[in-house]
């Protein structure tokens, strides 16, 4: 059975730093990535990272501030977050692309972020 499940969520102040974990089982993916859903908002895409390969992606809302990384031997993909801003507020999920999908289809429980002002 395919497993992501996240961990690191919680509360911090604006300007302060989170990592979140995400730790796969079942299977290995294409293209892991992390979104976010702010209350009363759609959920919207974060960063993501190809499995075999080390170039990223990112929303133009977290550039130059949030870093994905991934270990290979530990099946887990990582967010660290800094420079947190009160906007970034959110239910952050992890999520796994299969290779030959279009989207992404698996998706962790979700981890709570929330950063004061």
């Known amino acids: 059975q395919v497993q992501l499940v996240e961990s690191g969520g919680g509360l911090v102040q604006a300007g302060g730093s989170l990592r979140l974990s995400c730790a796969a089982s079942?299977?290995?993916?294409?293209?892991m990535g992390w979104f976010r859903q702010a209350p009363g908002k759609e959920r919207e895409f974060v960063a993501k990272i190809p499995w075999s390969a080390t170039t990223t992606y990112y929303a133009d809302s977290v550039k130059g501030r949030f870093t994905i990384s991934r270990d290979r031997a530990k099946n887990t993909v990582y967010l660290q977050m800094n420079s947190l801003k009160p906007t970034d507020t959110a239910v952050y999920y992890c999520?796994?692309?299969?290779?030959?999908?279009?989207?992404?289809?698996?998706w962790g429980q979700g981890t709570q972020v929330t950063v004061s002002s």
């Open positions: 079942g299977r290995t993916f294409w293209f």
């Open positions: 999520a796994g692309q299969r290779n030959g999908d279009t989207q992404f289809n698996i």
